[in-house]
Nanobody, 117 residues
Framework: QVQLVESGGGLVQPGGSLRLSCAAS????????MGWYRQAPGKQRDLVAT???????NYADSVKGRFTISRDNAKNTVYLQMNSLKPEDTAVYYC???????????WGQGTQVTVSS
């Protein structure tokens, strides 16, 4: 019943921008910590950014100053604005929802981001 549906991925040139969206259903969105993670081929899934229900954010060092996570509780949607994209940002980006005290932990299916000339 829980659904996390990512959109906005695609092919972009280095230095370009993309905005990813994750629409959530089946959860109480306003009580969830939302996050974006990414996984490149042959690599582990790594944190990109998280945002708590109160709006506190956390970013991987590699994306600080370039990426911005935000949420719209009225729309049950979390966003990842990605600017100044680099080839090393190429990965499948996954949306994540975590409940208080890790009561739940859900993942979306992922959306491909490819940064290439």
């Amino acid at each position: 019943q829980v659904q996390l549906v990512e959109s906005g991925g695609g092919l972009v040139q280095p230095g370009g921008s993309l905005r990813l969206s994750c629409a959530a259903s089946g959860i109480i969105f306003g009580r969830s910590t939302m996050g974006w993670y990414r996984q490149a081929p042959g690599k582990q899934r790594d944190l990109v950014a998280t945002i708590t229900s109160g709006g506190s954010t956390n970013y991987a060092d590699s994306v600080k100053g370039r990426f911005t996570i935000s949420r719209d509780n009225a729309k049950n949607t979390v966003y990842l604005q990605m600017n100044s994209l680099k080839p090393e940002d190429t990965a499948v980006y996954y949306c994540n929802a975590r409940g208080y005290y890790a009561a739940f932990n859900y993942w979306g299916q992922g959306t491909q981001v490819t940064v290439s000339s």
